[in-house]
């Protein structure tokens, strides 16, 4: 079975619209202790238009998606430069 957390620190009207802006694509954050489910996670993630950030392990990274953790409830754009 593969194990792999994402976009728990956006709200559901920020997952629901167009990930990609003027400004540059939301970041959609993702954590797993499983390589193929991360893998699999960031790709849809780059799919869907969203700038996919790898946070680690769920220990960690879960850590740092929780609702008081520091990236909970955040808003990001990542700009793409080139």
């Known amino acids: 079975m593969y194990s792999a957390q ?3 620190t956006l709200f559901a009207p920020f ?6 802006h ?7 954050f ?5 390589i193929d489910a991360k ?3 960031a790709g849809l993630l780059e799919k869907f238009g969203f700038a996919a ?3 680690g392990g769920l220990r960690e990274g879960g850590r ?3 609702l008081d953790g520091p990236l909970g409830a955040k808003h990001m754009l990542l700009q793409d430069i080139g």
Do not use: F, H, K, S
Request: hydrophobic residues 50%; negative net charge; aromatic residues 4%.
């Open 22 to 28: 003027a400004e540059g694509r939301r970041v959609a």
């Open 30 to 34: 993702y954590a797993g202790d499983d």
């Open 6 to 8: 994402a976009l728990n």
């Open 64 to 66: 740092l998606m929780q």
């Open 53 to 55: 950030l790898d946070l």
């Open 39 to 41: 893998t699999a996670v």
């Open 15 to 20: 997952i629901a619209a167009d990930p990609q």
